[in-house]
């Protein structure tokens, strides 16, 4: 028994910021910005806009694209660093709004590797007897990201995507998996208040402590390091080598830290999806994004292996390896 994806879709904000846009706001160049992160433009989302507005509808385009309907949906798990509040969860959100019956569902806190943390929890959950699983990436990183600080403010953008998970006995759906977390750097990667440690006050308001703060280049050595052991390590559990993956969708963070991946995993570059330009580091969003993008444009056959890695703020890391 196998858990597979019986349908995708995604949703990115209409409100395009190019980085000539940002050069308005930030001391920063077009080109900087391309050649240290590979990024062109991100989606915006406008003032009114949560991050449930975002997962419903990637959710309804991957429920829609599973030919069933939302009562057919047996649990919700959803990926996301920017909930629309501390609780209840944004997935209970999506689960009123989508008029999905009474399930089980809940939140993922595992930054960036939020979607595919819940890819595994719902694989487990598939092979526990359920069926037609929910899982959501859904951000909106501008929210709480600081626009006076250009270390960091060019890098993020909005968006979703959403899979609906189903039980298959063919040959496609997950083949292995790997996933791991180290916390001993987590200062490196936070929003500091807002929560119990340090909860909403006039100073920690004063103070920007409610924005994303990033040691960008200490984070850019971990994350090379993990995506290549995410990968490894799965492609290690398939029993399998890079050479064989058909393509490579990688968190979208970094071009330079997805071409050193690539490079150690010896995965010729053309057989990396990227998307990154289009829209920055969507975060727990990226992966789903970027693999419906894909199959649109036809970079996915049946039967193809694609190998999906991401890190995340904890730090979290993980692959998961699946037969389309
Ligand atoms: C953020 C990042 C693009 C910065 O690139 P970098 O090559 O590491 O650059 P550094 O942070 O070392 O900064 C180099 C210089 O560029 C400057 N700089 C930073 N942001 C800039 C910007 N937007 N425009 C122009 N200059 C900028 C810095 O001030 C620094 O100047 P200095 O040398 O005079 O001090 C890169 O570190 C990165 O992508 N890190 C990982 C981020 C990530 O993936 N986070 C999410 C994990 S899921």
Redesign the pocket.
Known sequence: MKAAIGGIGSYVPEKVVTNFDMEKL????DE??RT??GISERRIVDNNTATSDLACEAAKRAIAAAGIEAKNIEAIILGTATPDMLFPSTACLVQSRLGINKVMSFDISA??SGFLYGLGIAESFIKNGFDNILVIGAEILTKITDFTD??TC??FGDGAGAVVIKRNRGASGIIASYFSADGSNWKL?QQPAGGSRIPASIESVKNRLHYIK?Q??E??KL?VRAMYEAAEKTLQKAGIDGEAIDLLIP?Q??IR?IEATAKRLKVPMDKVYINLDKYG?T?AASIPIALNEALEKGRIKKGDLILMVA???GFTWGGVLLRW
């Open positions: 930030v001391d920063t160049s900087w910005i240290r992160s930054g960036c250009r270390a060019v890098l990667l990033m960008g280049n984070v850019f994350a968190h963070a970094n830290i580091n975060s890190f995340g703020a």
